[in-house]
């Protein structure tokens, strides 16, 4: 899980997605080791752990999209990562991500919250935030918006995406385009 860390790298972003997959392939035989694993995730997210699981939103993400029936109530703490009220929430673009990887696959246990999260960070100031809202909103076909969409079409911030075992700088225009959102 370590390896997860530095989001900059494709390694990182392998290690958040391959660790959700057998965290949730492990539950199938092993619920009760796959649940602490899932609890420790959870607390290397808080200052009491003495560090920080910067992957974690992510990683959980992967864990639910593998084996959604037993995680069912962890999208709740994924939703609470991702709506914490702080200007510098490290977990709200994962959140995003994680919701979106979910949805996209098990959209039946994406509550409405989080769907009221992604729209809510559509148009956010961090490009990270904004593009992850986006992606979100495309894999689960969200209706959104054309004033939005057209105002989305005019930024140019570029953020590094990681989609089909690659990451790639992207600009927030370019997403909205990739990410077909129906309006």
Same mark, same amino acid.
Request: glycine share 6%; aromatic share 8%.
């Given at each position: +899980? ?19 997959? +057998?965290?949730? =392939? =492990? ?17 290397? /997210?808080?200052?009491?752990?003495? /560090? ?6 992510? #990683? ?16 709740h703490l994924i939703v609470g990562l991702t709506e914490e009220d702080s200007p510098d929430n490290i977990f709200r673009a994962g959140g995003l991500y994680a919701i ?16 009221? !999260? ?15 809202? +986006?992606?979100?909103?495309?894999? !689960?076909?969200?209706?959104?918006? #054309?004033? =939005? !969409? ?15 075992? /690659? ?14 959102? +129906?309006?």
């Amino acid at each position: +899980i370590s390896m997860s860390y530095d989001k900059s790298t494709l390694l990182s972003w392998r290690a958040a997605y391959f660790a959700g997959r +057998i965290i949730g =392939i =492990i539950a199938r035989a092993h619920y009760d080791e796959a649940r602490g694993q899932v609890r420790r995730i959870f607390w290397n /997210t808080s200052d009491e752990s003495g /560090t920080i699981c910067w992957s974690a939103a992510e #990683i959980l993400g992967e864990v639910i999209r593998e084996n959604p029936a037993p995680f069912e109530d962890v999208i709740h703490l994924i939703v609470g990562l991702t709506e914490e009220d702080s200007p510098d929430n490290i977990f709200r673009a994962g959140g995003l991500y994680a919701i979106g990887r979910i949805g996209e696959v098990h959209r039946e246990y994406i509550p409405k919250d989080a769907v009221d !999260l992604i729209y809510e960070y559509l148009e956010d100031k961090h490009a990270e935030v904004c593009a992850n809202a +986006i992606i979100a909103a495309g894999r !689960l076909k969200l209706k959104v918006d #054309i004033r =939005i !969409l057209d105002r989305l079409k005019n930024r140019t911030e570029k953020v590094l995406i990681y989609n089909e075992d /690659t990451l790639k700088f992207l600009s927030i225009n370019e997403i909205v385009e990739n990410a077909k959102l +129906i309006n």
